[in-house]
């Protein structure tokens, strides 16, 4: 994903070639059009709504990337409008599945972790949810929203704690996918190239990230079970004595 990014850098140094630009002329003409049309919509307020039913819908019916939301966002409302507006539908979506988390448990990914105990005791850690994982998984490109807001609202992790961690990780990503619709017009733009290299550079930097967390939580199960065994033997150790 890193090196993904540093392609697309390199693209965006090409582009500096007058003759690159010539094929894009007429296409870009087309993004001008559809741009007037888009930003002389009346009734910004209807799509404000849209939006947020948009993301209640999804905390229900996943059909859709919640990516997806916040770039249709970008290509109608100014960024300094969109972004508040993501951030706000981005919370009524977590919020929602997180109480049904609580409410009605984790549902079937859980089970499905469940069995590999590797993966319980990362994502578990005290019982509680792992705070460092719960970021690095909102920064990782699809990653399900759903289930993990699900799964720590049946740990009963602190819901401020919760949302506060959630749109930390997030936010990168809402930021950087707003950015791009806004740029959709002019896609070999540095505002619409550069928010996708933010997108694929976060991404691996959120994958070892993940692994890190894995080892620190594989390390410290490994250390409290040997720490365990000891005490155990010291326990029957002075049992005998006695």
Not at 61 to 81: D, H, N, R
Not at 116 to 134: H, M, V, Y
Not at 140 to 168: D, E
């Amino acid at each position: 994903m890193i090196a993904l990014s540093a392609a697309i850098a390199a693209l965006l140094i090409s582009l500096q070639h007058d003759e690159l630009w010539r094929w894009y002329d007429a296409f870009q003409q087309k993004l001008v059009e559809l741009e007037d049309y888009i930003t002389h919509i009346d009734k910004i307020w209807q799509f404000f709504g849209a939006v947020m039913i948009l993301f209640a819908v999804k905390s229900f019916f996943p059909i859709y990337a919640t990516s997806t939301v916040c770039f249709l966002s970008g290509i109608v409302l100014p960024v300094y409008i969109a972004i508040p507006v993501n951030v706000l539908g981005f919370v009524v979506l977590i919020t929602i599945r997180y109480f049904c988390g609580k409410r009605f448990g984790a549902g079937g990914a859980w089970k499905m972790i469940s069995k590999t105990e590797k993966l319980r005791n990362l994502i578990q850690q005290d019982g509680k949810g792992n705070p460092a994982l719960l970021i690095a998984l909102r920064l990782i490109p699809g990653m399900p929203v759903n289930s993990i807001s699900g799964i720590y609202g049946s740990f009963n992790f602190g819901y401020v704690k919760f949302t506060a961690l959630s749109i930390v990780g997030f936010l990168p990503k809402l930021i950087s996918f707003t950015l791009v619709g806004r740029n959709v017009y002019d896609p070999l733009s540095a505002g619409f190239l550069v928010p996708i290299m933010i997108i694929l550079f976060l991404t691996g930097v959120s994958l070892l990230s993940v692994n890190g967390v894995w080892t620190t939580v594989e390390k410290t199960v490994e250390f409290v079970k040997k720490r365990k065994e000891k005490s155990k033997e010291r326990k029957l150790k002075n049992n005998e004595n006695s």
